[in-house]
T-cell receptor, first 113, second 113 residues
Framework: SQQGEEDPQALSIQEGENATMNCSYK?????LQWYRQNSGRGLVHLIL?????REKHSGRLRVTLDTSKKSSSLLITASRAADTASYFC?????????????FGSGTRLLVRP | EAGVAQSPRYKIIEKRQSVAFWCNPI?????LYWYQQILGQGPKLLIQ????????DSQLPKDRFSAERLKGVDSTLKIQPAKLEDSAVYLC???????????FGPGTRLLVL
């Protein structure tokens, strides 16, 4: 079953604008991760935020996590055409001793030149 | 460092035929995952291996899907017989033992006619 739900499902912006994607999840987590998937390719890990963290930065990426609301957001600043991709949040529920990820349904981002 | 390798990249078969996918993880990665990604959805975990043992196969349709990881390195995923609804991208990922970040291969796109 899908744990996370991204919002919006699709987003179209102009190059240079900021893009914000949101993720909501259902159960307690140990960490939340964001992955990018270019068309026809595998997923690439972008950033990981732990349950005891509230905000994290990596280059043009900013991730926030609100465990009380079970939600996270991914902000891409100064977007580029190369950022066009699908973005997925994935949660590590840590229900047992194994590490596993449960992916959301993704946000399709289109950055227009 | 070489990434996760998968083959074939594309496969077209007719329903009721069988098909096999191959994955070679990143060297030294003890954990290997197979995901199914249906068009427009996020990846869904099918099976997780730790070395050559199965950690989680709760979402693997065992009446038609099988997977093995002999010698704890390469892995194969087989579907027999295939159904129309098996059309999807099959992604392989690997991680270090206890690693939280997963590294994905390019995937195998399967079309069942």
């Amino acid at each position: 079953s899908q744990q996370g739900e991204e919002d919006p499902q699709a987003l179209s912006i102009q190059e240079g604008e900021n893009a914000t994607m949101n993720c909501s999840y259902k159960t307690s987590i140990n960490n939340l991760q964001w992955y990018r998937q270019n068309s026809g390719r595998g997923l690439v890990h972008l950033i990981l935020i732990r349950s005891n963290e509230r905000e994290k930065h990596s280059g043009r990426l900013r991730v926030t996590l609100d465990t009380s609301k079970k939600s996270s957001s991914l902000l891409i600043t100064a977007s580029r055409a190369a950022d066009t991709a699908s973005y997925f949040c994935a949660t590590d529920p840590r229900m047992d001793s194994s590490y596993k990820l449960i992916f959301g349904s993704g946000t399709r981002l289109l950055v227009r030149p | 460092e070489a990434g996760v390798a998968q083959s074939p990249r594309y496969k077209i078969i007719e329903k009721r035929q069988s098909v096999a996918f191959w994955c070679n993880p990143i060297s030294g990665h003890a954990t290997l995952y197979w995901y199914q990604q249906i068009l427009g959805q996020g990846p869904k975990l099918l099976i997780q291996f730790q070395n050559n043992g199965v950690v989680d196969d709760s979402q693997l349709p065992k009446d038609r899907f099988s997977a093995e990881r002999l010698k704890g390195v390469d892995s194969t995923l087989k579907i027999q017989p295939a159904k129309l609804e098996d059309s999807a991208v099959y992604l392989c990922a690997s991680s270090l033992e206890g690693g939280e970040t997963q590294y994905f291969g390019p995937g195998t796109r399967l079309l069942v006619l």
